[in-house]
Every structure is written in C-alpha cells, then in structure tokens.
C-alpha cells in the first residue's frame, strides 16, 4: 500500500491565527484538491491527520468539522479522487493527550487503520510540531 498522510491547515487549505471555524472560512490552497485527487488516482491512499483544538476551545463543534471534511472529501470526489482516514486531535495543547502533535498518536491510528508501519509513510506538515511527530514515531 502507498500511504500518504498529510497535515491540514496550512497544506491543504489556508491557515488562520484566528482559526478555521467554519466551512466558509475553509478555503483549500491553489492546486491542493487536484494534487490530492491525482495521488488518490495513481493508487496513493491520502489520509489526514489534523489538530483542530478550536473545538476545546469553543470556536467550533464537531458537526462543523465534519461538515469541512466532508467539503474536503466532495471538492476531491468531483476531481475524480479519494480522501482516506481523517483523524484530529479535538484537545487543547495543555490537555496531555496522545494524540495532539508533536506526539505521534495520529500517524500511529493511521497506520493501524491500515495496518501498515510508518517506516515507509509519507507525512507532509507545514509545522515544527509535524516534524516532531513524524520524528517521535521511532521512540
């Protein structure tokens, strides 16, 4: 299996200090939604693994995530495409879960889903706390 993982905010769409809290606020990057429908098409799957602590922070809800992911999910379809997994980290960065990057607890749902070891996965972030977890799978 060919497994992409990619980070969400700031690769796939446009990031915001203020957050993306909304699916209007959700604008994907120039040529993002047709590079993903293109590696899905060459036999990549691409899941994406996100920290989204606007939800413990009261910014948004889980319905209105799922409504941006499923804009993902459909704006990649009409490409003729396919998005795989979407796992996000709902907590705060002081909350001390597993699966907020840096920690690598959402690569390693990811390889699990799909029963595969991260040695041989792909993992593009736009942030130090991306590097760290793809770092941190080894340890």
């Known amino acids: ?31 993002s939604i047709e590079a993903i429908a293109q590696l899905s098409k060459a036999g990549w799957t691409v899941a994406v693994a996100t920290n989204q602590s606007g939800i413990a922070r009261g910014y948004y809800d889980l319905a209105t995530l799922d409504a941006m992911h499923a804009r993902l999910r459909a704006l990649v379809a009409e490409q003729g495409g396919e998005v795989g997994l979407i796992v996000y980290c709902p907590h705060g960065p002081d909350e001390g879960c597993d699966c907020r990057k840096p920690k690598p607890g959402m690569l390693k749902t990811i390889a699990a889903h799909y029963h595969v070891e991260l040695n041989n996965v792909w993992f593009v972030g736009d942030s130090l706390g991306d590097l760290e977890a793809a770092k941190a799978v080894d340890s």
Not at 4 to 30: C, F
């Open 1 to 31: 299996m060919k497994l992409l993982i990619l980070d969400r905010d700031g690769v796939i769409n446009y990031d915001s200090d203020a957050y993306i809290k909304s699916v209007a606020e959700w604008i994907p990057l120039p040529g």
